[in-house]
Nanobody, 120 residues
Framework: QVRLVESGGGLVQAGGSLRLSCAAS?????MGWFRQAPGKEREFVAA????????RFDDSVKGRFTISEDKAKNTVYLQMDSLKPEDTAVYYC????????????????WGQGTQVTVSS
């Protein structure tokens, strides 16, 4: 059974940075980050395989967010720079047994979420 625990959310001013962490236990092949703002659907942010393969980013975060992985710690990171108020959302870590997906249905396991709030 896969268990995912996110950390690192918080309140930051526009233009600032945050780093989210996702500690995984269990067998996973592909790790992703999604976000959900109030009244909106959960949307894809970024994903990666544990060797950095099949790395994906949504267009809205390209050039601002990076994703990295530490297999020795079974932890995936989302570094978020140049944050904007529209990045405000609950961020969820997700795990998949398949490589390359970018939709919620491609992922099998989910963390509890961590709130990111960007003030203007």
């Amino acid at each position: 059974q896969v268990r995912l625990v996110e950390s690192g959310g918080g309140l930051v001013q526009a233009g600032g940075s945050l780093r989210l962490s996702c500690a995984a236990s269990g067998r996973t092949f592909y790790m992703g980050w999604f976000r959900q703002a109030p009244g909106k659907e959960r949307e894809f942010v970024a994903a990666t395989g544990w060797r950095g393969e099949y790395r994906r980013f949504d267009d809205s975060v390209k050039g601002r967010f990076t994703i990295s992985e530490d297999k020795a710690k079974n932890t995936v990171y989302l570094q978020m720079d140049s944050l904007k108020p529209e990045d405000t959302a609950v961020y969820y870590c997700a795990a998949s047994r398949r490589l390359g997906g970018t939709t919620t249905s491609d992922f099998d396991s989910w963390g509890q979420g961590t709130q990111v709030t960007v003030s203007s």
